[in-house]
C-alpha cells in the first residue's frame, strides 16, 4: 500500500509537467503531438498523404470504410476495394513521393515508374525561384519583411490492381471501370521544429498543377482522369472531400513571424487536394480461345510552389530507390475446353514463324482450288448426265403417256 501510495505522488507532477509542455507548445504555434498515428516526412515544408476517396456519393477513409472489402488510405500508400475481394471493381492501388526539392543536378534517382525524360528537366531548377521583400513604415520604425517562392516536385502512381480475370464472371478484370471517382490528398503545411524554441520556418501551398501525364493499358483513349492537360492546376480547399466544412484547422488563429501576422488563409497547418478518376479500370478482350486483361496505369508529375517566410534549412532532397516500379498489370485465361486452347496456342506458335506462315498460305490456296473444282463439276458435270437420259426420265417422271 505504501508503494503505491508514493506512485500516485509520483503520478500528479508528471501530469503537470505535460500539461505545462502541451500548454507551452500551443503557445508557441506549434504542435507538439500528430494525431495522426506517423508521418511521411520530417523535413520541413509541405508534406502530401492520401486523405481518402470519393465513390458513388460515399466518402472513404482509414477510419470510414462504408463496407469496403479494403480500405487501406495510409500515407503514402493507398489500396482501396469498395465491393468484394475478387469481384466487381478492382482495387484501387497508389503510391507517391514525398513533395520534395529536386536536385540541381543532370540526372536525379527517380522511382522507375517516373519517365527519365522528366527528369532531365531538373538539372535546370535552381531554387529559391524568386525572392519578395516589403518594406513597412509604422510608428514604431520601418519593418523589412522577405518571402520566397520556391519550386518542388510531387510524383503521385496510380493503378487499377485486379485479383480475378475470368470472363463471364463479373471478374475484375473483364472491363470494370471506376467513374467519377475522387482520390483526396492531405497536404501538411505546419511548420516542423526539432529543438524547443528554436526558429522556425512557415510554408504556404501557393500552386499545384500538372507538369506531365503518363497514361498506360490497352486502349489509353478509354482512359479519363482529371487533371489531364499540361498546366492544369488543381483546387486547393480547406476541407476534405469539397464539403465546405473546414477541419480541425478552422480555428486556428495564424502564425506570427517576427511578431508579424501570416495570413492564415494560405499560411495555415493543413490543406486538401484531388484528382478524379473519370472512366479509370481495367480492359479485356479476346485473342483465339484466351482471355486478357489489363490494368490501366496513371503517372501524375506535379509541380508544387511553395511560399516559405523563414530560413529553409533542413531541406527534402530526394533520392528515392528504383525499386518502386508499378506497372500495367495483365492477366487472362483460356477457354474452358482445354484441347481447343491447345490447338489455338499450338497454331499461333506455327503462324508465328515465317515456313509456318507461307505453308499455311499454299495450304489455304490448295483448298480454294479443291473448292472452286468442285463447284465447277457440280454445275457443269451433272447436267451432262441428265441429258443422256433424255425423254425417257423426263416421261418416268410424267408417267405412262395418254392415248
Given at each position: 500500500m505504501p508503494g503505491k501510495r508514493g506512485d500516485r505522488r509520483l503520478l500528479i507532477p508528471l501530469l503537470l509537467l505535460f500539461v505545462v509542455v502541451l500548454l507551452a507548445s500551443a503557445g508557441s504555434g506549434l504542435r507538439l503531438l500528430d494525431i495522426s498515428g506517423g508521418y511521411s516526412s520530417a523535413y520541413e515544408g509541405a508534406k502530401a498523404t492520401f486523405h481518402g476517396l470519393l465513390h458513388n456519393g460515399l466518402q472513404y477513409t482509414a477510419a470510414e470504410t462504408d463496407g469496403a472489402s479494403t480500405c487501406r488510405?495510409?500515407?503514402?500508400?493507398?489500396?482501396?476495394?469498395?465491393?468484394?475481394a475478387s469481384n466487381g471493381l478492382p482495387n484501387l492501388a497508389g503510391?507517391?513521393?514525398?513533395?520534395?526539392?529536386?536536385?540541381?543536378?543532370?540526372?536525379?534517382?527517380?522511382?522507375?515508374?517516373?519517365?527519365r525524360d522528366w527528369t532531365n528537366e531538373l538539372a535546370y531548377i535552381g531554387n529559391p525561384v524568386n525572392a519578395y521583400t516589403w518594406s513597412v513604415v509604422a510608428s514604431d520604425g520601418r519593418h523589412d519583411y522577405r518571402m520566397e517562392e520556391w519550386l518542388t516536385k510531387w510524383y503521385v502512381n496510380l493503378e487499377a490492381k485486379f485479383d480475378s480475370s475470368g470472363p463471364f464472371q463479373n471478374s475484375e478484370g473483364d472491363n470494370q471501370r471506376y467513374v467519377n471517382t475522387e482520390i483526396w490528398f492531405k497536404v501538411d503545411t505546419a511548420p516542423t521544429w526539432y529543438f524547443q524554441n528554436q526558429t522556425s520556418a512557415y510554408y504556404a501551398?501557393?500552386?499545384?498543377y500538372l507538369n506531365k501525364i503518363i497514361l498506360q493499358g490497352k486502349d489509353i483513349g478509354k482512359i479519363d482522369v482529371t487533371p489531364e492537360a499540361s498546366g492544369s492546376a488543381l483546387y486547393i480547399s480547406y476541407s476534405p472531400f469539397g464539403t465546405g466544412k473546414e477541419d480541425e484547422s478552422s480555428t486556428f488563429t495564424g502564425y506570427y513571424y517576427n511578431k508579424a501576422l501570416l495570413n492564415p488563409s494560405y499560411f495555415r497547418p493543413t490543406v486538401y487536394t484531388n484528382i478524379i478518376l473519370g472512366n479509370f479500370g481495367t480492359q479485356s478482350w479476346w485473342e483465339w480461345a484466351s482471355f486478357y486483361c489489363k490494368a490501366d496505369v496513371v503517372t501524375f508529375d506535379f509541380t508544387v510552389k511553395?511560399?516559405?517566410?523563414?530560413?529553409w534549412v533542413v531541406k527534402d532532397v530526394q533520392k528515392p530507390n528504383d525499386d518502386m516500379?508499378?506497372?500495367?498489370?495483365?492477366?487472362?485465361?483460356?477457354?474452358?475446353?482445354?484441347?481447343i486452347s491447345d490447338l489455338a496456342a499450338a497454331l499461333a506458335n506455327f503462324l508465328g514463324n515465317p515456313f509456318g506462315l507461307a505453308s499455311a498460305l499454299i495450304f489455304v490456296f490448295l483448298i480454294i482450288l479443291a473448292l472452286v473444282?468442285?463447284?465447277?463439276f457440280w454445275f457443269f458435270g451433272r447436267p451432262k448426265e441428265l441429258?443422256?437420259?433424255?425423254?425417257?426420265?423426263?416421261?418416268r417422271l410424267l408417267?405412262?403417256?395418254?392415248g
Open positions: 488510405v495510409l500515407g503514402t500508400q493507398l489500396n482501396f476495394d469498395p465491393d468484394e503510391e507517391m513521393t514525398t513533395i520534395f526539392i529536386p536536385e540541381k543536378v543532370s540526372l536525379v534517382p527517380m522511382p522507375s515508374w517516373v519517365p501551398v501557393a500552386k499545384v511553395q511560399f516559405v517566410v523563414g530560413e516500379s508499378r506497372k500495367s498489370q495483365v492477366g487472362g485465361t483460356t477457354f474452358y475446353i482445354p484441347i473444282a468442285l463447284v465447277l441429258k443422256r437420259g433424255g425423254a425417257g426420265v423426263t416421261a408417267g405412262p403417256p395418254t
